[in-house]
């Protein structure tokens, strides 16, 4: 059974740094791109950020470039996501999701999705 | 990276039809045949129905279509159920590594 744990949200003060991770388990986790989705409670879904299986290519959403970082450790099955220079509105509930395909491929969509993490920033 | 185009909200009756559209352009819906559709349970995270435009996930009802017309994406839901009322979000690759969610629409089954 597929698993994606997301850790590491909390309350944290404008200007400050979190680092959230992902477990994830049941798959084979190096051959997957991951993303992360976030979505401030009542409101809709947007896309953060995306890595591919070898971390060779990765991308973020215009509203976080430059402050946010998306990393993976294939050894430990583990996605993260750097957040940097927090601001009120990057307060959301943070999911990691795996895409859906196979070994090496993808159909470009989000097959599995954590319980996600919650992210205040608030002074 | 402009968020694509959904209605806020549609409804319909136990048993009709109804269809959500989600609009975009040419450098994500219409650029690639990669829209995907997700439903989102009142306090529950998104589940995938629809990949690539029109390929229902696994296990999906065959009442869940989907289409695209241009940089126009559809979903439509027959034989409407009341466990169906849910958010519905469309997304689109969007080139790199990059998606892009539409803004989701509230389904009300009256």
């Known amino acids: 059974e597929v698993q994606l744990v997301e850790s590491g949200g909390h309350l944290i003060q404008p200007g400050g740094s979190l680092r959230l991770s992902c477990e994830a388990s049941?798959?084979?986790?190096?051959?997957?791109?991951m993303h992360w989705v976030r979505q401030v409670p009542g409101k809709g879904l947007e896309w953060v950020a995306g890595i591919s299986w070898g971390s060779n290519t990765k991308n973020t959403a215009d509203s976080v470039k430059g402050r946010f970082t998306i990393s993976r450790d294939n050894a430990r099955n583990s996605l993260f996501l750097q957040m940097n220079s927090l601001r009120p509105e990057d307060t959301a509930i943070y999911f990691c999701?795996?895409?859906?395909?196979?070994?090496?491929?993808?159909?470009?969509?989000?097959?599995?999705w954590g319980q996600g993490t919650l992210v205040t920033v608030s002074s | 990276q402009s968020a694509l185009t959904q209605p806020a909200s549609v409804s319909g009756s136990p048993g009709q039809s109804i269809t959500i559209s989600c609009s975009g352009t040419?450098?994500?819906?219409?650029?690639?045949?990669?829209v995907s559709w997700y439903q989102q349970l009142p306090g529950k995270g998104p589940k995938l129905l629809i990949y690539e435009d029109n390929k229902r996930h696994s296990g999906l009802s065959l009442r869940f279509s989907a289409s695209k017309s241009g940089n126009t994406a559809s979903l439509t839901i027959s034989g409407l159920q009341i466990e169906d009322e849910a958010d519905y979000y469309c997304c689109s690759y969007a080139g790199g590594v990059t998606l892009v969610f539409g803004g989701g629409t509230k389904l009300t089954v009256l």
């Open positions: 040419s450098s994500n819906v219409g650029g690639y045949n990669l």
């Open positions: 999701a795996k895409e859906a395909g196979g070994s090496w491929y993808t159909h470009w969509a989000l097959e599995n």
């Open positions: 049941g798959f084979n986790f190096g051959e997957r791109g």
